[in-house]
């Protein structure tokens, strides 16, 4: 009679374990802990630089030019030598998009280019200003200092690519991007028909 009666109590054993088990499982899951290691890191999103000032941009442009051009730079040069000095200076003027940009030789510049700033800033095009009309542009009342500036550093650029370049030629470049900077620099105070000083730079131009 043991022997019948322990049948159903082991199948009772048997399916209690099991129904015990089977609620078990839920409460097995739910304790397990995190998966070890740092928490996966979201990409964070890149910080935009803030666009530069274009104005201040041409000025800092133009001051590096003019670091090029100084009497003392260009003193005892030979016409090898001052045809890399300008050519230095077009790369700053014009930037590496230039027509006229040369990677063979140094560009102390920021690789825009003191034209692509003047653009901004005037919301003109170089192209807009024939060359042919550019001294009389220069000198003419009817356009606000920021547009004259571009003016006279388009007549710089065109004197430093042209042929041949000489001392004077890099000198009479000198002058006009002195008067582009000092427009610059004066514009925001300076109404347009108060640039009295390019109407003299240019003039030197001719008797040169």
Request: aromatic residues 2%; negative net charge.
């Amino acid at each position: 009679m043991n022997v019948r009666r322990s049948g159903p109590r082991w199948m009772r054993w048997l399916v209690t374990g099991m129904a015990l088990s089977l609620m078990a499982l839920p409460a097995v899951h739910a304790q397990q802990p995190p998966p070890s290691g740092p928490a996966p890191q979201v990409p964070a999103e890149p910080s935009q630089p803030s666009p530069a000032d274009p104005r201040a941009s041409a000025v800092d442009q133009l001051k590096v030019a003019l670091d090029q051009v100084s009497e003392e730079n260009i003193s005892g040069k030979s016409d090898r030598e001052l045809g890399q000095v300008a050519q230095s200076v077009v790369n700053v003027l014009e930037g590496s998009s230039g027509e006229h940009f040369n990677a063979e030789v140094a560009n102390p510049g920021d690789g825009t280019g003191a034209i692509v700033y003047l653009e901004q800033v005037t919301g003109r095009k170089a192209s807009d200003f024939p060359e042919d009309q550019l001294e009389s542009m220069a000198t003419s009342s009817d356009h606000p200092p920021e547009v004259q500036a571009l003016v006279h550093v388009l007549m710089a650029d065109s004197l430093l690519t042209g042929a041949p370049v000489t001392a004077d030629t890099v000198l009479l470049a000198a002058d006009h991007l002195n008067e582009a900077l000092g427009l610059l620099e004066s514009g925001a105070t300076t109404a347009p028909g108060a640039s009295g000083s390019g109407s003299s730079s240019t003039g030197s131009g001719g008797s040169g």
